[in-house]
């Protein structure tokens, strides 16, 4: 059974950080590359930032210089480094698999300002 869960959510302080971690089971893991994604209310998921097998990292725009992918294979666990955080980045939080496709439920990061 497959399984990726999100933690690390919460709420922050515009210029604060937070730390997401997705922890994955029944998948290879070193053979995943794995994305972070977001969707703010009333808007679409967006990619927020992807981590290859080989941990080649792409980020989004809005995200550049702020936000750090990271992956730990002997945990099975990528993580969200997200500083500098700014009221348009709230929204939940979800990771993604490749191989097979799937998605996490998600964690609330919620930045006041």
């Known amino acids: 059974q497959v399984q990726l869960v999100e933690s690390g959510g919460g709420l922050v302080q515009a210029g604060g950080s937070l730390r997401l971690s997705c922890a994955a089971s029944?998948?290879?893991?070193?053979?995943?590359?794995i994305s972070w994604y977001r969707q703010a209310p009333g808007k679409q998921r967006e990619l927020v930032a992807h981590i290859s097998t080989g941990g080649t990292t792409n980020y989004a725009d809005s995200v550049k210089g702020r936000f750090a992918i990271s992956r730990d294979n002997a945990k099975s666990t990528v993580y969200l480094q997200m500083n500098s955080l700014k009221p348009e980045d709230t929204g939940v939080y979800y990771c993604r698999s490749y191989v097979p496709g799937y998605w996490g439920r998600g964690t609330q990061v919620t930045v006041s300002s």
């Open positions: 029944g998948i290879i893991f070193s053979a995943n590359a």
